[in-house]
């Protein structure tokens, strides 16, 4: 009798709890509840996500593995991914593997656990093994959007986009309410070059699914890219509004028949007017407070949202006020929007938003791994701007493959006068990132270059004193470092004097060796299909040797096999330039007419 009272008692506590998010009182609560009802799997699941919510994923594998053995559960997808999430969280996504491949003995036709499958490969960076495992689980449920979606992922993570971005858009045709099928696609379209694309993506899922603030996050970073700052801005103020709620930041549980205050967060009414834990809130504007439920307290508070609050206060046998205003305040999900929109202002000039955004951000004290990337990012910005380059430096290396960090990073090098680091950061940007659309990125394309400048300058004259010399391999030598540190304006007579040196000294035309390692990478990844790869190898032979012309006949091939015809145009365009009595100069030129026309046919489907 006394188990099933103190039962009903945790079930109480439970749900009130629950209201006020209090994950660490519910992992409580339910490791108690569980010791009443061990096998209970309504109440190993209420444990199992209560220690995920509150960050102790290693005490959550059990339970959730747990959960596995009752066959309905081994139907929802949120438990194996909720499983996977701990693994990795613990730094062990291999572990998830091998117990996901031991549960696939005992459901050799679950789809969903395929997929799991995936999803746990996708973590541990398995990405081809991902695709596999969605394939199987296709295979078991052609219906499937989940299998779709990973699918998706795995093969965008491989900048296979042409194979990810079908895969998301048969999720979205299945599932349109899977907001995350949408938040991919949109970035992977970005990733492609198709920024216009993934706009009109990004707002059919909003129109879908109006209530995630990560798609108007998505479509606010799109429009950055394309430079329209202030419909940037409206969409980062969407979801900051989307991730907010009225209150004076303070967590609440009722003691004694009082509310108590539980936790305080940072930067909120409540932090500023140095409220504490364990403080007891006897009156709201002359109201007594005694009675009333946590939810009764929060409606008090919100219905005067605004407006300027007299509270009562008992701490430690001592009774004092405090005047605070109810107002908007942001959850841990806004951070990435605030984070965000500081970077947006350094574009704008809006110091003090700046400033204040990134404040907030980190305030929030999101685990998010991609928010705090971006605060790293945006903390790194704010650092450059005022001459702490070093400090930029560091805040970006905590961003990986990210286009602006490694710009932001090249600049950073450049201003300490460490040219050879910063070329270094600058050549691992994507040159389908360094496109004219691509409005941000090529301002600060031009603060580089003009850095840059005097040492482009440097080379090219001690390329000229090689020439009269007669020394033409160390002319090529200088001309290729000033090509890399030279805007669009100087690279094609620079380019221009590179092939002129070996059109007149034919036997520097033979690849050399630095870049046949990686012309040869090349030639292996277009032969599996992994066409990403063989663009950056190809860069990469390109970087090395830029004088010699097969390499950019290569690359434009590859790109035209990507649908790239832009690309591929200008990369044939060097090539016709560079070898105009070239046997294959008639191919290579009827090429650019099919690629023209490729083009024409694109604009008119838009």
């Known amino acids: 009798m006394k188990e099933i009272f103190r039962s009903a008692q945790i079930y109480d506590a439970v749900k009130k709890a629950e209201k006020r998010k209090d994950y660490a009182e519910l992992a409580t609560l339910y490791a108690e509840w569980m010791k009443i009802y061990p096998e209970d799997p309504s109440i190993i699941s209420g444990a199992a996500n209560a220690l995920f919510n509150n960050g102790q994923y290693k005490e959550a594998i059990p339970p959730y593995q747990k959960l596995l053995d009752f066959g309905g559960y081994a139907r929802e997808l949120s438990i194996w991914t909720n499983l996977i999430d701990c693994y990795s969280k613990t730094e062990q996504p291999a572990k998830a593997i091998v117990f996901i491949t031991q549960q696939l003995d005992k459901y050799p036709k679950n789809e969903i656990a395929f997929s799991a499958l995936a999803y746990a490969h996708i973590a541990n960076k398995t990405y081809e093994d991902a695709i596999v495992a969605t394939k199987r689980s296709i295979e078991l449920s052609a219906e499937n959007p989940v299998a779709y979606f990973f699918q998706g992922m795995a093969y965008g993570s491989v900048k296979k986009y042409r194979d990810a971005i079908p895969a998301l858009q048969k999720s979205i045709a299945l599932y349109p309410q899977l907001a995350e099928a949408y938040l991919f696609l949109g970035r992977y379209l970005m990733d492609d070059s198709e920024t216009e694309e ?44 989307m991730d907010s709620k009225p209150g004076i930041g303070v967590s609440i549980q009722v003691v004694d028949k009082y509310p108590v205050i539980k936790q305080i967060q940072d930067n909120t009414p409540a932090s500023k007017a140095e409220l504490k834990p364990g403080d007891i809130i006897t009156q709201v504007n002359g109201k007594s407070t005694k009675k009333m439920s946590e939810d009764d307290f929060s409606s008090l508070l919100t219905s005067n949202k605004g407006n300027p609050l007299l509270l009562l206060i008992e701490r430690n046998e001592n009774t004092f006020t405090k005047v605070i205003t109810c107002t908007d305040v942001p959850n841990p999900e806004a951070a990435i929007s605030y984070a965000m929109r500081s970077i947006l202002s350094r574009y704008t000039n809006n110091k003090i938003q700046q400033q204040q955004d990134i404040i907030i951000a980190e305030a929030l004290k999101s685990q998010d791994e991609t928010t705090k990337e971006y605060i790293s990012m945006a903390r790194g910005l704010l650092a450059m701007d005022e001459g702490n380059y070093e400090s930029t430096i560091q805040f970006m290396a905590k961003v990986p493959d990210n286009s602006f960090a490694r710009m932001y990073e090249a600049i950073a090098f450049a201003e300490k006068s460490l040219f050879n680091a910063s070329l270094a950061h600058y050549q691992q940007i994507p040159v389908e990132d360094l496109i004219p659309e691509n409005i941000p990125l090529m301002q600060d394309n031009k603060v580089l270059m003009k850095l840059y400048q005097p040492q482009a300058i440097q080379h090219k004259e001690k390329a000229e004193e090689f020439l009269t010399k007669d020394m033409p391999q160390e002319a090529l030598f200088e001309l290729s470092e000033a090509l890399m540190k030279s805007d669009e304006t100087e690279r094609q007579a620079i380019l221009d004097k590179l092939f002129s040196i070996v059109a007149a000294n034919p036997l520097l035309a033979e690849i050399p060796e630095t870049a046949r390692k990686f012309a040869l990478r090349a030639e292996i990844m277009l032969k599996e299909g992994n066409l990403e790869e063989a663009i950056t190898e190809n860069k990469k032979a390109i970087s090395a040797a830029p004088y010699i012309a097969s390499l950019y006949y290569n690359m434009a091939l590859i790109k035209s096999q990507l649908e790239k015809y832009a690309d591929a145009i200008k990369y044939m365009q060097i090539y016709v330039k560079a070898q105009p009595n070239a046997p294959n100069i008639r191919q290579a030129k009827d090429e650019i007419i099919k690629w023209e026309f490729q083009l024409e046919r694109k604009k008119e489907k838009k």
């Open 198 to 241: 993934a706009i009109t993506t990004l707002k059919k899922g909003i129109a879908d699914n109006p209530a995630s603030p990560l798609l108007h996050i998505m479509l606010g970073i799109a429009y950055f890219k394309l430079g329209k700052y202030t419909i940037s801005y409206e969409e980062i103020n969407k979801a900051i509004q």
